[in-house]
Nanobody, 123 residues
Framework: QVHLEESGGGSVPAGGSTRLSCSAS????????MGWFRQAPGKDREFVAG????????YYLDSVKGRFTIVRDNAKNTVYLQMHDLKPEDTALYFC????????????????WGQGTQVTVSS
C-alpha cells in the first residue's frame, strides 16, 4: 500500500517562492518515477513535473519551466517541488504521485496519489 503525504504550500505573494515536499512509503521509493500534478477549481488536473527513479529524466509543464524544480532524495523517500516566481495562475491544489510501474513519466502511469496541498498565489 503506497502512502504519499505532501507538505508545504500555503499562501504566497506573486513573485514569491515556496517548496512542496512529498514523503512516500509502502514501496521501494527508488524504483519508481515520481511526479507532481495540480488542479485548479473548475479545471482539469495537469501534470506539472515528473522525475525518473534516478533523477536523470525530468519533465516540466511548459508554463513552469525555468521557475519550478523537481528533485528527489531516494535516501529520504522524498520528492520536492521548488517553486519560484510564483504567479496567480499557479494557484491550485498540488498532488504528489507515484508511478504504477518503473520509470515512465507518462501521466497515465501515475496511479498513487497524496491528499494534496494547497498553493494560493495572491497578486
Amino acid at each position: 500500500q503506497v502512502h504519499l503525504e505532501e507538505s508545504g504550500g500555503g499562501s504566497v505573494p506573486a513573485g514569491g517562492s515556496t517548496r512542496l515536499s512529498c514523503s512516500a512509503s509502502g514501496r521501494t521509493f527508488s524504483n519508481y518515477a515520481m511526479g507532481w500534478f495540480r488542479q485548479a477549481p473548475g479545471k482539469d488536473r495537469e501534470f506539472v513535473a515528473g522525475i525518473s527513479w534516478s533523477g536523470a529524466i525530468i519533465y516540466y509543464l511548459d508554463s513552469v519551466k525555468g521557475r519550478f524544480t523537481i528533485v528527489r532524495d531516494n535516501a529520504k523517500n522524498t520528492v520536492y517541488l521548488q517553486m519560484h516566481d510564483l504567479k496567480p495562475e499557479d494557484t491550485a491544489l498540488y498532488f504528489c504521485a507515484q508511478a504504477k510501474s518503473g520509470n515512465s513519466l507518462a501521466p497515465t502511469n501515475f496511479a498513487s496519489w497524496g491528499q494534496g496541498t494547497q498553493v494560493t498565489v495572491s497578486s
